[in-house]
């Protein structure tokens, strides 16, 4: 009879509990529909989700990933399809163009392509914006804790040939591409090359390198700067700026050798299940406003005409976004062909064992 | 007679039926993806991720033989791979040691007491797994770090004047091991020596046995099955361990978790090659499995 009776109370307690879910399920989704973001971490404001959510009515959901390669790997083991936007780096978005994972996007279904800053329009990655819009760009280097070490820091020796007081104190970025990139402007070989005495000598500095890194870590790449467990930290320069913020006494490093840089940027997925959501999206991210609260938060820069007006004071003194004037041009990690990308992936491995 | 053996069929046909979702879910969860891995694992990898349906033996090529940076040397035997599944092998083996050498006494301890306070000690045991391995994982890395807390307080006592240096080092993923699976080897133990009759020991002692024969001569091969059972549990789930390399040994020496999630999620993006090494690996436990259950099987007869 007892158990009767709590089972009475439970089915009670039961419905009470589903009505409520229900109600709030149903007052939360709207008739403006959804929209499914697969982006990186700790890379958009949570507030400017929730901007565009009152602005438009549509409900907002994001999964992130930590470097290129998982983006692709995901879409391609069977996510594309269930995401409508993803911020791939400038060589992916040729790659996923080439693997045939984005739509395109016609003339005259954005209405604020006209905001992107001209060098910023036609790029060699996308061509014409066909496929995507830009996000944010910087620059891939590293920082060095000033309390360890007081020495030149404007060398990648920093990182690949370190000196004493530095080794067993580095943290690289668990990412192939800018690792390889890095290393080869350091080496002075260019990037993709298929000559074989370069590539040994590429492989034989990763080794050797090796010996003295600490850990491989994106995610986690500004944490080990602000809690000293690396004194350097290869980095991005917007994260790396945000190291300092928190309490690191970091110094953003412009190495001689070359500069690696990057632009990230919105595509538009194939597949996207809520398209027009998407493309109010992308429309929504051209607003300077709007792209400016992403360069606040990510101290990066936007890729996009006006958004001065609206930039934190400091950002404009940041060195991590203002080269000095002697700094190297940049260049973009370049997709290898099938033949480079095989032995650089045995590099890798072999770096990794 | 009839009736017996009607009532044997409606029996036998009832537990078809009873059996029927453990089969299906076997077969949907198990043996379906396993089936699929050893499928790709014989298929030609596609550039940047993805399969191409033509038989291909590169995947198990490529994990045996080394043929130089560029692929043009006469193949020579390959080490990377072996050595990565070498030191798991070390490391989860060295894991399972250290599980043992606390887990023993810890379960031979929670036997022993009161039967009300058994449950209370069991539950102390199985409370670390309210929390989700990574959060734990991640814990135990902010723990042992040179500024965290367990440097820092053996510092301000003066015992240690510079932090261990453990993070990053095999040594910390061999930590995350042992105290992930710490339970794994606890309960099985537990669940044997709790039904262990100690009239038995009792009466070696009547027999002037000493401590020591008793617990090796008695105990251990009345309980071993909880032991081999613990190990089990510990070693294998050891041997796919990504979490700790990763996050503990800062990623820098591959175990075979780690080597095969790169094929799928990271720059490798080689699916046949971590099919291949998936389907090795599962091949080597059944085997260390079919070993162990063979030996048990002759220890029973003898």
């Known amino acids: 009879m007892a158990g009767l009776i709590e089972d009475k109370n439970m089915i009670k307690k039961f419905l009470v509990i589903s009505t409520i879910a229900f109600t709030l399920g149903a007052s939360s989704s709207s008739s403006e529909g959804k929209l499914s973001i697969y982006h990186w971490f700790e890379y958009i404001p949570q507030e400017l989700l929730n901007k565009f959510s009152e602005e438009t009515g549509i409900d907002v959901t994001m999964d992130t990933y930590d470097s290129n390669e998982t983006l692709l790997a995901n879409l391609k083991a069977g996510k594309i399809g269930s995401f409508d936007v993803a911020v791939p780096g400038d060589y992916m978005v040729s790659i996923m163009h080439a693997e045939g994972l984005l739509d395109e996007i016609q003339p005259g279904e954005l209405n604020n392509m006209g905001n992107i800053q001209s060098q910023w329009m036609d790029v060699s990655f996308d061509p014409g914006r066909k496929h995507s819009i830009p996000y944010q760009w910087g620059s891939t280097s590293f920082s060095v804790n000033r309390d360890e070490y007081q020495g030149d820091i404007r060398t990648m020796g920093i990182i690949f040939d370190p000196p004493e007081e530095l080794k067993g104190k580095i943290n690289v970025l668990d990412s192939q591409g800018e690792v390889i990139a890095m290393a080869s402007l350091y080496l002075g070989i260019p990037q993709c090359t298929t000559d074989k005495d370069q590539l040994r000598s590429l492989d034989e500095l990763l080794q050797s390198a090796k010996e003295n890194w600490a850990s491989f870590n994106s995610d986690g790449a500004k944490d080990v700067l602000v809690s000293g467990d690396a004194s350097v930290g290869m980095i991005w320069n917007g994260f790396g700026a945000k190291a300092r913020a928190e309490g690191a006494n970091i110094e953003y490093s412009y190495p001689r050798e070359g500069l690696v840089v990057w632009m990230d940027n919105v595509v538009l997925l194939k597949d996207a299940p809520n398209r027009e959501n998407a493309l109010k999206f992308m429309d929504f991210l051209l607003e300077p406003e709007n792209i400016a609260a992403v360069t606040n938060y990510a101290r990066y820069s936007a890729g996009v005409e006006g958004v001065d007006q609206f930039l934190d004071a400091d950002l404009k003194s940041q060195p991590e976004s203002v080269p000095p004037a002697d700094a190297p041009a940049g260049s973009f990690v370049e997709p290898c062909d099938e033949d480079v990308q095989v032995v650089y992936n045995q590099i890798w491995t072999r770096v990794k064992q | ?302």
């Not at chain 2, 070498?86 to 060295?94: E, P, T, W």
């Not at chain 2, 909880?226 to 549990?233: E, M």
């Not at chain 2, 799928?264 to 046949?272: D, L, Q, R, S, V």
């Open chain 2, 1 to 302: 007679m009839t009736q017996v053996y009607k009532q044997k069929r409606a029996f036998d046909s009832l537990r078809i039926w009873l059996l029927l979702p453990s089969w299906v879910t076997i077969g949907i969860f198990l043996l379906i993806p396993v089936g699929l891995m050893l499928v790709i694992s014989f298929m030609t990898k596609e550039f940047r991720g993805g399969v191409i349906w033509e038989l291909s033996l590169a995947a198990y090529d490529q994990f045996l033989f080394d043929r130089g940076l560029f692929g043009d040397e006469p193949p020579t035997i390959q080490w990377t791979y072996i050595v990565i599944f070498l030191r798991s092998i070390v490391q989860a083996a060295i894991a399972t040691f250290f599980c043992l050498l606390i887990g023993f006494p810890t379960a031979f301890f929670i036997a022993t007491r009161d039967s009300r306070n058994r449950t209370f000690w069991i539950f102390l045991v199985t409370v670390p797994y309210w929390v989700n391995l990574l959060i734990r994982t991640v814990s135990l890395k902010f723990l042992i770090r040179d500024n965290g807390p367990i440097n820092e307080f053996m510092i301000s006592l003066g015992l240690i004047s510079e932090p261990l240096g453990l993070i990053n080092t095999n040594l910390a993923v061999q930590l995350g091991l042992f105290y992930s699976y710490l339970p794994f080897m606890v309960l099985p133990i537990y669940a044997s020596v709790e039904r262990f009759n100690f009239t038995f020991s009792e009466a070696a002692a009547d027999l002037y046995a000493d401590k020591w024969s008793t617990l090796r001569r008695i105990v251990l091969p009345i309980v071993a099955p909880g032991i081999a059972a613990g190990c089990i549990l510990v070693f294998i789930p050891s041997l796919g361990a990504f979490l700790a390399p990763d996050l503990l040994g800062g990623a820098k020496n591959f175990m075979i978790g780690s080597l095969i999630e790169e094929q799928f999620k990271g720059n490798a993006g080689n699916w046949p090659f971590g099919a291949a090494a998936s389907m090795i690996l599962l091949t080597m436990v059944l085997i260390a499995l079919m070993l162990y259950t063979r030996q048990q099987a002759k220890s029973e007869l003898t």
